[in-house]
């Protein structure tokens, strides 16, 4: 995803905003997924009782990275979706289904279109489920939320002050090398090279 936005910023941005604006954009993106077990998951922490009642077959789960993992009822999803942010207004929403042939894959996409009516992104856009199981499971239905409009986090990028720990310099280049530097102020004819002592 990130390498697909970073195509057309190449074209627009100097490269030393490349990285800040990347930055920007990934701070912005959302990953969730509807899956039918959290038994295996790692990331968002799943609480010990839920857990516990994903062994017991028949329910789906709605996790969102850096958020909650929490059970998504088919006769009241709202109960869990009340408690997720709608997506952003310029939105676009990569999506994909779960490819499972079983009962449980048919469960999963239902549950997917709910939340999806419940995100309302501005564009959905269907791919292939590429590694469903980094949730814990094969049977998992993915959802991406990413900005369409690039144009707020180029100007982000450029009013980003870079810092030394940007580009981890000495392990690209060696001690001895010399190392990149900020000028102090853009309008300054400081040196872009400055050697490094230590």
Do not use: F
């Not at 990953?31 to 998951?41: E, H, S």
């Not at 709910?114 to 590429?130: F, G, M, T, W």
């Not at 000495?170 to 230590?198: C, F, I, M, Y």
């Amino acid at each position: 995803m990130l390498h697909e936005m970073a195509q057309p910023l190449m074209k627009a941005l100097p490269a030393r905003l490349i990285l800040p604006a990347l930055a920007v954009l990934e701070s912005q993106i959302r990953c969730l997924a509807v899956t039918p077990t959290v038994i295996d998951m790692n990331e968002p922490k799943v609480p010990l009782w839920l857990h516990a009642r994903s062994w017991i077959p028949g329910g789906t789960y709605l996790a969102e990275r850096g958020e909650r993992v929490r059970p998504l009822s088919a006769k009241k999803p709202e109960k869990a979706l009340q408690h997720v942010d709608v997506a952003e207004s310029s939105s676009i929403a990569l999506v994909a289904e779960s490819v499972s042939q079983k009962k449980r894959g048919a469960r999963v996409n239902v549950a997917l279109e709910k939340v999806l009516e419940h995100l309302a992104p501005k564009d959905i856009v269907y791919r292939p489920n590429q590694h469903p199981d980094w949730w814990g499971s094969k049977d998992t239905a993915q959802i991406v939320l990413a900005p369409s409009n690039l144009g707020a986090a180029a100007r982000q990028a450029i009013e980003a002050q870079p810092a030394a720990d940007d580009i981890p310099a000495r392990e690209l280049v060696g001690a001895t090398a010399p190392v990149l530097s900020a000028p102090v102020d853009e309008d300054s004819a400081e040196h872009d090279l400055q050697e490094d002592n230590g």
